[in-house]
């Protein structure tokens, strides 16, 4: 790898837009139905599809069968799940602990890795993945600590 200015602005001005658009979603008519946001996602589909199409890039071989396997998990669990979990996160809790999704999906990944493909690690993973968890739980403990017993 080379370093890029432009690349790593690039990285800092997504990761800011990101931020800025989930603390402004707060405030904004979203549709109610996950219906509307399905529509939106097949549209960017499609939009990046005649894109890459355009741009010349081909499939050179079909993915195997664990291929197929792999992209149907990130479709439902990865997509439908973890976005439609994080826009009802948007709305019902602060902008920080609704994005504390994104650090704890790595220690999620790694888990899974063990579990279903053998996968093995280290101390420093452990002690990545303690460092994270830990940071989540900081984060969340001023919402969790000014909610009432039912």
Do not use: D
Request: hydrophobic share 60%.
């Amino acid at each position: 790898l080379q370093a890029s200015p432009i690349g790593a602005a690039m990285i800092l001005f997504a990761a800011a837009a990101w931020a800025f658009g989930s603390v402004w979603s707060r405030h904004l008519p979203l549709p109610a139905g996950p219906m509307a946001s399905a529509a939106e996602m097949l549209v960017a589909g499609a939009v990046l599809l005649i894109g890459s199409l355009l741009s010349g890039e081909r499939m050179t071989q079909m993915p195997t069968a664990a291929g197929w396997g792999a992209l149907l998990y990130l479709v439902f669990f990865g997509s439908i799940i973890a976005f439609s979990a994080y826009m009802y996160l948007l709305k019902n809790v602060r902008p920080a602990a609704a994005t504390s999704y994104a650090y704890v999906n790595p220690a999620v990944a790694v888990m899974l890795g063990i579990a279903f493909a053998g996968e093995t690690i280290g101390f420093e993973e452990c002690l990545a993945m303690a460092v994270i968890i830990s940071a989540v739980v900081l984060i969340g403990l001023p919402q969790w600590r000014k909610q009432k017993p039912v």
